[in-house]
DNA sequence: CACCATGTTCCTTG
DNA sequence: CCAAGGAACATGGT
């Protein structure tokens, strides 16, 4: 589930649950998921605080609590692949892939993540690495196009770069260079200021598309199937919500919605991409 | 059995 | 030193 619309998804509907709470109890079920931050580092750092706030940087969330002694901590977080998080009521029962859970003062927080690729720790070094948030004033064109030019990686590439641009991820990249109407093989440094100007453009707004798409829905985590979210996400009721959201992500040998040529898939940096070969000529 | 999967990091090669 | 490519991580779905 996670890109940075649905980290962004995910952290408003964390936020209001978490409020008020401390914790209890942790209980580490994956203790590799913490690294390098070790299982007592983490119990003795977070037991008894208080949560104080929840912030959103890239793909990571940045937990923000208050510690027994007075100490402000904060905790980071990734959902990798394929984690979730949520707040379980009492009794419910825990996800088979829970790997790490909190003992709150009231109900229990959870961090699934079936394939384990996600972070919770107190290392914070990665977000230091973070380039700008797509919307960051700083990050104009002009600042775009400059890091573009140092580049002779295929655009697609350039775009899953967290260091050039922090949220991107494989599915909204081939999304984006769509609404843009560029190639995704098309080299960085050869794209044009015009290009370049639309391509921050069609992020910006795929992006928050996707994230005003997603608070639109009721996030039912607890109960098993639903991640209520986008791509692989079935909220109950909503399932043709979600039909026309992706123009050509996993759409491979079905039409362009727009000229109707069949959508290609290629493989690049050993991930897929998809693209109309029509609409995205250059 | 084969191949695919929303992400990041580490290692090798040039 | 850097850029680029690929494997590894771990589990499940088709």
Known sequence: ??????????????????????????????????????????????????FKGLTRR?????????????????????????????????GEALPKHAAVVWELSKGTFV???TRYFGRMTLDLSAVEKLGPEPWDREFTPEVFARELKRSRQPIKVKLLDQSLIAGVGNIYASEALFRAKISPRLAANK?????????????????????????????NFG?????????FGSAPGVEDYYEERLQVYDRGGKPCLVCGSPIVRLVQAARSTFFCGRCQKV
């Open 58 to 90: 890239g793909k990571y969330l940045l937990f923000e609590f208050r510690a027994k002694g007075g100490k402000d901590i904060t905790l980071l977080g990734h959902l990798g692949m394929t984690g979730r998080m949520f707040v379980a009521r009492k």
């Open 191 to 219: 794209l044009k200021f015009a290009q370049v100007e639309r391509l921050l453009d069609a992020v910006r707004d795929i992006l928050s598309e996707a994230i005003a798409c997603g608070s639109t829905v009721p996030l």
């Open 223 to 231: 109960t098993g199937k639903s991640d209520g979210l986008f791509y």
């Open 1 to 50: 589930m996670p890109e940075l619309p649905e980290v962004e998804v995910l952290a408003r509907h964390l936020r209001p649950a978490l409020h008020g709470k401390s914790i209890r109890r942790i209980r580490v079920n994956r203790p590799k998921i913490l690294r390098p931050t070790t299982e007592k580092q983490l119990q003795r750092a977070l037991t008894g605080a208080k």
């Open 111 to 113: 961090f699934e993540d």
